[in-house]
């Protein structure tokens, strides 16, 4: 208690200093909401994600979601990615519930499909997206199919190829087999708060950064260049880290260029991002993030793509 009342009172002697060294320098200011802005907008939905694994922990197990599933393993994997639409909110709630339900086999195919899934599919993003592009239903469409078959695809993938033992994270086991769903359940979404949210704060601080040092004049070269669009808007997609329920507000921004590479940017960015690979690093371990995280940013720029090709044609 004293070390963080200290700490409080030093944070409150600093705010004045703290405030004007952001004010006069540009970058830092920028910077600096950046990082609040990920951060805030991805807490609430931690939060909630926290909750639901606790909730999970204390009354769904790996193999009780297994005995749930289709027995055929490609069909459990497309229910796992439908049913994602069934929780409204980001990705960074969605990394706890998926390693909360992450299992061997079936069980951790559908857990991740239904990781990548949740934040892309949701009634509330659908619904953002629309708001987003008024008059435009053929984008709705196309992110929600487009982020559908990234999520199946990857759950596939990770049936055939995928092994258990790159998740070296592992979640803490209860010291008292006796204890009632409400200690279960505060203390599975304790520790999946203090895990998640410090590799969340390291994942905002990574898109403050990367934010500042790309150029404003970039957007300006990307217009004609179809190709180079899509590839820097799946790139930017992984370095803004914005949540799901505010990037399309962002990519609507973007008037100067096609529909296509924006969508790319709403597709690959609720899959992959710096903070969800800091986040995943934290919850399932690194050997899991190195492969996990290229292989969908891979799998979703192409799929963004052929959708894009497909619902969009050259619509702008």
């Known amino acids: ?16 200093a703290m405030s004007a060294f952001v004010a006069g320098n540009v970058d830092v200011g920028v910077a600096a909401t950046v990082f609040c802005g990920v951060f805030v907008q991805a807490l609430p939905f931690l939060v909630l994600g926290v909750v639901v694994s606790g909730l999970i922990a204390a009354f769904v197990s790996a193999d009780r979601l297994a005995r749930w599933l289709p027995r055929r393993p490609a069909v459990a ?31 951790g195919a559908a857990a991740l499909t239904f990781m990548l899934s949740a934040p892309a599919i949701n009634p509330v993003v659908l619904v953002a997206t629309a ?6 239903p053929a984008m709705v469409l196309a992110r929600c199919v487009g982020s559908l078959i990234t999520a199946v695809t990857m759950g596939l993938l990770w049936l055939r190829w995928g092994r258990t033992e790159w998740v070296t994270r592992r ?9 009632s769903r409400l200690t279960v359940f505060t203390e599975a979404a ?3 708060f203090l895990q998640a949210a410090s590799y969340l704060v390291l994942g905002a601080a990574a898109a403050a950064v990367l934010r500042v040092a ?5 957007f300006q070269h990307l217009a004609g260049h179809l190709v180079l669009g899509v590839l820097t808007m799946a790139l930017f997609a992984v370095v803004l880290a914005l949540c799901s329920e505010a990037d399309a507000f962002v990519a609507a921004s973007l008037t100067m260029l ?10 690959v960015g609720p899959a992959v991002d710096v903070k969800l690979s800091a986040m995943q690093a934290g919850l399932f371990g690194r050997p899991f ?26 619509a702008r």
Do not use: K, N, Y
């Not at 708001?131 to 435009?136: E, K, L």
């Not at 290229?294 to 963004?304: C, K, L, R």
């Open 289 to 314: 993030a190195i492969r996990f995280g290229p292989a969908t940013f891979v799998v979703a720029t192409v799929v963004a793509t052929i959708i894009g090709l497909v619902f969009l044609g050259g």
């Open 77 to 107: 994997v497309v229910v796992a990615g439908v049913g994602g639409a069934a929780l409204p909110g980001c990705e960074c709630g969605s990394v706890p519930v998926a390693r909360r339900l992450f299992g061997e086999g079936v069980s």
């Open 190 to 192: 304790r520790h999946d």
């Open 258 to 267: 096609p529909l296509l590479p924006r969508l790319v940017f709403l597709v």
């Open 171 to 179: 979640l803490p086991s209860a010291h008292d087999t006796d204890a």
């Open 214 to 218: 790309v150029p404003p004049w970039v």
């Open 1 to 16: 208690m004293e070390v963080l009342l200290a700490s409080l009172i030093a944070l409150a002697l600093s705010a004045g």
């Open 131 to 136: 708001v987003a592009f008024p008059g435009q």
